[in-house]
T-cell receptor, first 113, second 112 residues
Framework: DGGITQSPKYLFRKEGQNVTLSCEQNLNHDAMYWYRQDPGQGLRLIYYSQIVNDFQKGDIAEGYSVSREKKESFPLTVTSAQKNPTAFYLC????????????FGPGTRLTVL | QKEVEQNSGPLSVPEGAIASLNCTYS??????FFWYRQYSGKSPELIMS????GDKEDGRFTAQLNKASQYVSLLIRDSQPSDSATYLC????????????FGSGTRLQVQP
């Protein structure tokens, strides 16, 4: 059953903690993306990766970090430097950066307590 | 000016009517245009993509693109209550960073 999985579905974090959101895909896609969505707003790009061991900052990378050690995995760490991390986080992938269709995972809803 | 602008709505239409959703974009280098549907609490799903000026039809959905006016729209014919969702417009440049840029979305309500 191919697709993109994100875990956990809900995540609660205390202020000052780092947390890591998981994103895994078995679609054999080269490109992966992380977006953040706030209530009533569209998606904003945090980081993206075109190939393994390579990634670029998006529009709102401050306070976040990523790694791409394996083709199928693109975890996102929300650090304590991110001042307002409560949001819905969406991971997506596409065959390549030059391919139009992006497939989204189910998302992780992060709440800072 | 936002790169991709949409009216936040809600746009309310009666069941069976045509819903018209609009989107404007600022970057003339944008070459690919997409409409995603997002139900509350869920992730976006692709409905339509369009690359050339004119209309593209897929079932009850028609995407319209006018690059000269930097305008893209989505028409939903015979609207159903199940079409009630937020519709996100996304564009992609042809050069440079090619990740999608999303609008804030238009919330559509189809009244039974």
């Amino acid at each position: 059953d191919g697709g993109i999985t994100q875990s956990p579905k809900y995540l609660f974090r205390k202020e000052g903690q780092n947390v890591t959101l998981s994103c895994e895909q078995n679609l054999n896609h080269d490109a992966m993306y992380w977006y953040r969505q706030d209530p009533g707003q569209g998606l904003r790009l945090i980081y993206y990766s075109q190939i393994v061991n390579d990634f670029q900052k998006g529009d709102i990378a401050e306070g976040y970090s990523v790694s791409r050690e394996k083709k199928e995995s693109f975890p996102l760490t929300v650090t304590s430097a991110q001042k307002n991390p409560t949001a819905f986080y969406l991971c997506a992938s596409s065959i390549s950066e030059n391919t139009d269709t992006q497939y989204f995972g189910p998302g992780t809803r992060l709440t800072v307590l | 000016q936002k790169e991709v602008e949409q009216n936040s709505g809600p746009l309310s239409v009666p069941e069976g009517a045509i819903a018209s959703l609009n989107c404007t974009y600022s970057d003339r280098g944008s070459q690919s245009f997409f409409w995603y549907r997002q139900y509350s609490g869920k992730s976006p799903e692709l409905i339509m993509s369009i690359y050339s000026n004119g209309d593209k039809e897929d079932g009850r959905f028609t995407a319209q693109l006018n690059k000269a006016s930097q305008y893209v729209s989505l028409l939903i014919r015979d609207s159903q209550p199940s079409d009630s969702a937020t519709y996100l417009c996304a564009v992609r440049r042809d050069t440079g960073r090619r990740a999608l840029t999303f609008g804030s979305g238009t919330r559509l309500q189809v009244q039974p």
